[in-house]
């Protein structure tokens, strides 16, 4: 069977979501918030919600988001998405309203808000990339840096005698009663990225109920940071970031 | 016996040759070009295209997006 035989449009099985926009993505080779972006996407193609979704945009890597979703968007000083996705849902309540942050920005400068819109049970989403790292500004040491790790703001690796330990944020938030979907997924492999998929499906889908926040962690690479190979950072993440950052769903609505 | 062919398209000069797609193929078709694009990268081509059964394992992952899929039915 030739290849032109295959290649025709009834036989078409995958092709980019036409949710983004025409720019090429601004991210390094490899990097999880892509993939990340594709599956949000996706899922707010095929729901159909592309009139109705209003997404914020972080200071990070991801600072440009609102360049790469054809879709309505804002951009929030840094950590204050969740404030200002507050601000949009509440004077939009039919429209579907998510943030998309950093670990940095999330766990770091912008703690306060994400705690304070989670114990309101705002009904928005909040999906979190979780690199360890601040990677835009050249991986400085975020409060999600594992023990040990090497940054550049630590570079005999963190001493959590010193700088603490890391913060696992999505549990904390998972004990609040304002949220209503808590979990924890990754994008490095196809079974991971399909359950990444179904968690962010669900989340639009309780979006409609109005019973509370929806928190979905991405736990996920950052090569340049990390000073290691696409393929080699993720491994790294496996075998590194996981066992601190376990996989799976932390709360789940009891329906 | 029904049988299914798949075929990917790869856009070239979007392809970062990041390399995440070839771990994810199960049939070890997807692989990086010895050439590279015009943004100098190593893109990622379909090295033996008879064994491609279309699954989107590699697409699932790309993070540019840059793999279309295709899957037809054989019957033999
Ligand atoms: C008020 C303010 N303080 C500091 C910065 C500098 N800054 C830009 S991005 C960033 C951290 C980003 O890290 P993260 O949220 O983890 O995103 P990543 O790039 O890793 O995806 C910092 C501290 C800023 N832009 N604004
Ligand atoms: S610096 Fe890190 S987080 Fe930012 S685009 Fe590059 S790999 Fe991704
Ligand atoms: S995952 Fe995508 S961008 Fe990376 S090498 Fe494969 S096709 Fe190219
Ligand atoms: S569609 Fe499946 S078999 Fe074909 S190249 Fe991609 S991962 Fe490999
Ligand atoms: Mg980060």
């Known amino acids: 069977m030739e290849m032109k035989d295959i290649i025709k449009p009834e036989n078409l099985v995958f092709k980019k979501t036409s949710l983004f926009t025409e720019k090429p993505l601004s991210y390094c080779p490899g990097c999880g918030h892509g993939t990340v972006h594709r599956l949000i996407l996706e899922t707010i193609e095929e729901m159909g919600l592309q009139a109705e979704t209003i997404g914020v945009a972080p200071v990070g890597c991801s600072v440009l988001a609102y360049e790469f979703m054809d879709i309505d968007m804002q951009q929030a000083a840094h950590g204050r998405a969740p404030a200002l996705a507050t601000a949009i849902k509440r004077l939009h309540p039919e429209k579907f309203v998510f943030t998309y942050q950093g670990d940095g920005d999330l766990a770091a400068i912008g703690t306060a808000e994400t705690i304070h819109a989670c114990n309101r049970g705002e009904n928005i989403i909040i999906f979190f990339v979780n690199n360890g790292i601040y990677g835009m500004t050249g991986g400085q040491m975020a409060p999600t840096t594992l023990p040990g790790m090497k940054t ?4 005999f690796g963190r001493d959590t005698e010193i700088m603490g330990n890391p913060l696992k944020i999505t549990e904390l938030v998972a004990h609040l009663p304002g949220t209503y979907y808590v979990t924890r997924n990754a994008v490095h492999t196809p079974a991971a990225a399909r359950k990444a998929k179904k968690a962010i499906q669900k989340a639009f889908e309780y979006q409609k109920l109005n019973k509370g926040l929806c928190f979905l962690e991405f736990v996920s690479n950052c090569n340049s940071g990390w000073k290691l190979p696409p393929v080699k950072s993720n491994e790294w993440m496996v075998e590194n970031m996981f066992p601190y950052y376990p996989l799976g769903d932390i709360k789940v609505p009891s329906l | ?61 790309c993070p540019d997006a840059v793999i279309t899929v295709y899957r037809e039915k054989v019957s033999q």
């Open chain 2, 1 to 61: 016996m029904a049988k299914v062919k798949g075929a990917i398209v790869v856009e070239v000069e979007r392809c970062k040759g990041c390399g995440v797609c070839e771990p994810a193929c199960p049939q070890d078709v997807i692989k990086l070009a010895k050439e590279v694009n015009g943004k100098g990268y190593n893109y990622a081509y379909m090295q033996n295209p008879e064994e491609c059964t279309g699954c989107a394992n590699c697409a699932m992952v």
């Open chain 1, 152 to 155: 550049s703001t630590s570079p």
